[in-house]
């Protein structure tokens, strides 16, 4: 499901301990690390599509979890163009988001990476609640730090404020203007 301007609609789950450490997990046979995270069904609200996901991703279900709560409407990137799809209509140009905030409940030995037949990842650790923003692939840094930046007073309540230090909210990029002449575009 793509929608008209090229984005596929995608929940994003941001996994945190009471400690204030975050999931990170290593994608299957690829050296990319990041949050769980996947496309919405059609028949799907957010909500639905996070838990269908939590399970499928890492093994933990609603009774594992206590929803913090979640960003605002959609967060969106573009994907780097070597990573579109050409030959499929419509174009997806890249995925908007909802992201929530889990706080685990349950145990680290509900966490399965190994549920499905094709599994996302097949590692994961801990890590400090800034980390993921700076150390997720290039073209989706801007909406984790988007992302992480709203969750982080939620998840500062349950953390408290010395584990989780304040952040400069991040700066939006000026929209790529395009100038057309002809059919050429310049810009």
């Known amino acids: 499901m793509i929608d008209p301007d090229g984005y596929r609609p995608n929940v994003g789950i941001v996994l945190m301990r009471e400690d204030g450490t975050l999931f990170w997990a290593r994608r299957v046979n690829r050296d990319g690390w990041q949050f769980p995270q996947g496309g919405m069904n059609s028949d799907e609200t957010p909500l639905e599509a996070m838990y269908r996901e939590l399970r499928e991703e890492t093994g933990l279900l609603p009774e594992h979890v206590d929803v913090l709560g979640a960003t605002p409407g959609w967060l969106r990137y573009q994907l780097p163009p ?46 400090d609640f800034w980390y993921p923003a700076d150390n997720v692939v290039a073209f989706k840094r801007d909406v984790y730090l988007r992302a992480l930046h709203h969750l982080a007073p939620m998840a500062r309540q349950v953390a408290g404020v010395e584990v989780i230090e304040e952040r400069a909210p991040p700066e939006r990029p000026e929209p790529r203007r395009r100038f057309f002449r002809g059919n050429r575009s310049l810009g």
Do not use: N
């Open 82 to 127: 070597r990573c579109i799809r050409r030959g499929t209509r419509p174009t997806c140009i890249g995925q908007k988001q909802v992201w929530f905030l889990l706080c685990m409940t349950g145990q680290e030995s509900d966490l399965r990476l190994d549920l499905t037949d094709k599994p996302e990842f097949d590692s994961w650790r801990w890590v």
